[in-house]
């Protein structure tokens, strides 16, 4: 146990009303991977979007093109760290989405990525302010560990829906749960409601 509460601890009160229940702080940020890291150059990146959508196909370049924001959100995942204040830069999905053409049919995204994982979300969950695609981590460009060169946060929900490497979005009308949601976990996610297992 003593290992383990070098890097893990209760929060400060202030902080605690921050802290979903059942999680831990951390002051590391640990990597969570299914799977192998895949090793993607910015100049061979590129973004797809099919399904009820008109289908397209964003570069590096088109994504550097777009608003640019900075973020500082908290991080939780299922496992139970949970870590504050994490400084991002990237794009708004709000205005990624200004590029594309949704069939108004569409009531759920799946994320696909570099490396086969996959995770859903409703739109309304997937279309909100808050949301958006990272390429810059403190300031550095994203590693690859940690989703570089692009990444999605989902600030809202469990950090399994924050998919790293993305590389596709496919827009449909039915839940097609992903990697986790198909292998245990809650098919929505939130933290607040430690809505951490699913009975798919
Ligand atoms: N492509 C992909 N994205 C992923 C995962 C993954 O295994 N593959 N793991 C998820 C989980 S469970 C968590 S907690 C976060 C971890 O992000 P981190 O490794 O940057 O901490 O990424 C999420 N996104
Ligand atoms: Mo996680």
């Known amino acids: 146990m003593a290992d383990r509460y070098k890097f893990f601890h209760k ?13 831990y702080l951390t002051k590391g940020f640990p990597v ?7 090793a993607i150059e910015t ?5 797809k979007v099919w399904g009820l959508a008109a289908p397209a196909r964003f570069t590096w370049s088109d ?7 900075e973020f ?7 496992t139970r760290w949970s870590k504050l204040d994490v400084e991002w830069t990237g794009i708004k999905v709000t205005d990624f989405m200004q590029h ?9 995204v799946v994320k696909h990525c570099y490396g086969g994982y996959t995770t859903n979300l409703p739109l309304d969950d997937f279309l909100r302010e808050e949301n958006f695609f990272a390429h810059t981590l403190f300031g550095e460009p994203l590693n690859a560990e940690h989703g570089g060169p692009m990444r999605t946060i989902v600030p809202h929900l469990y950090a399994w829906k924050s998919a790293k490497w ?10 097609e749960p992903g990697f986790w949601e198909r292998n245990g976990y ?10 951490r297992y699913g009975d798919l």
């Not at 969570?32 to 895949?38: A, C, K, M, R, V």
């Not at 994504?63 to 924001?69: E, G, P, R, S, V």
């Not at 993305?166 to 839940?175: A, W, Y």
């Open 11 to 23: 929060p400060d009160p202030e902080q605690s009303e921050r802290v979903p229940p059942g999680q």
């Open 32 to 38: 969570l991977t299914y799977g192998n890291t895949p």
């Open 43 to 47: 100049e061979n990146w590129e973004l």
């Open 63 to 69: 994504m550097m093109a777009m608003a640019q924001t």
């Open 72 to 78: 500082t959100k908290d991080f939780h995942c299922v």
């Open 100 to 108: 594309i053409e949704l069939d108004p049919q569409a009531t759920w």
């Open 166 to 175: 993305i590389n596709g979005l496919e827009f449909v009308n039915t839940e």
């Open 186 to 195: 809650h098919r929505r996610g939130d933290p607040w409601k430690e809505e």
